[in-house]
């Protein structure tokens, strides 16, 4: 099958993604593929170099299933660009599974888009399909630049793990790459975070700092399988989940489950800014306890007057 020019995550990155666009060479890029972290991230990136040439943010336009219009989405193509902008339009998961892809290719095909220099289409998607229709085939041809993210195997992981320790101003050793694999086994949603956690406590990350700072109880996994419950809408099994997961923190805190449950309900008196202040400060707490001589009760008490 013809297709665009494909970009290896190794070796294309954002800057490189924008250069095709800036030369006029590709106007339509395809982010897809099974490695969802990567394909929100690149396409991130990519938002971010388009925000930096086109300052006023009033050319960009974000489709999903969800709030999809067609006419809405004409509109936006056709409407005369403001300030000598290109625009830039971004669907998603609105082409590989077929429900839009037919109205759309005819569409970009009649207004010859792939050839517009005015008109920036991003698509971000999901697996390619095994089957693949006669849209998607022509949305994949030259001159699309096509962006597949795949799954990691073990030695992408590993570094891919040093370049985001590197990314946060760290370096990572050999040992803490294996014990944070361990514990967070193919995450990237997590070893992200994780791993600019441990960049902000230290920057040289060892094995003894991973295995202070990241948590690995089978309690956060019962937290992780609920959410992921949860985004499926299986509520009888997100809340057994949940359920679980309570008792866990009752058993740890030495608490009875009502007490664990009252203080779970009292978080929604907190804005979501509140809590992440909050819990930077604890981080802090928690770190200084364990690396200093200074009391427990002293940073405790420092910890709650500087409260706010």
Not at 76 to 88: G, H, L, Q, R, Y
Not at 205 to 233: G, Q, T, Y
Not at 268 to 296: C, E, G, M, W
């Amino acid at each position: 099958m013809p297709t665009g020019r494909q970009a290896s995550p190794a070796i294309l990155g954002a800057p490189r993604i924008w250069h095709f666009i800036i030369q006029s060479i590709a106007m339509i890029i395809i982010f897809h593929g099974d490695n969802e972290f990567i394909t929100k991230r690149k396409l991130k990136e990519a938002l971010e170099n388009y925000s930096k040439k086109h300052k006023s943010g009033l050319n960009i336009f974000h489709f999903t299933k969800e709030n999809f219009s067609f006419e809405k989405f004409k509109n936006a193509v056709e409407t005369v660009s403001m300030f000598d902008e290109k625009k830039c339009l971004v669907l998603k998961e609105l082409f590989f599974d077929g429900e839009h892809s037919d109205r759309l290719a005819g569409y970009l095909k009649d207004k010859k888009l792939k050839d517009d220099k005015d008109v920036i289409l991003i698509f971000e998607e999901g697996k390619l399909p095994e089957k693949q229709s006669a849209e998607i085939k022509w949305l994949l041809e030259k001159p699309s630049l096509v962006y597949e993210s795949k799954m990691f195997d073990a030695n992408t992981l590993r570094k891919w793990m040093a370049e985001e320790a590197e990314k946060n101003g760290a370096k990572i050793a050999k040992e803490a790459i294996a014990k944070l694999s361990l514990f967070c086994k193919n995450d990237l949603w997590r070893l992200s975070n994780e791993i600019a956690k441990l960049s902000n406590y230290s920057k040289n990350i060892s094995e003894s700092d991973v295995a202070m700072l990241v948590s690995h109880e089978e309690m956060d996994s019962d937290i992780f399988r609920a959410i992921e419950f949860l985004a499926k809408k299986n509520k009888k099994e997100a809340t057994e989940f949940f359920y679980k997961s309570r008792s866990e923190m009752a058993k740890k805190a030495n608490m009875h489950p009502f007490v664990v449950q009252k203080s779970l309900e009292s978080a929604k008196n907190y804005s979501l800014a509140d809590l992440k202040n909050i819990y930077k400060k604890l981080l802090l707490a928690d770190v200084k306890t364990k690396t200093s001589q200074t009391d427990p009760l002293v940073v405790l008490d420092e910890f709650v007057l500087n409260l706010r």
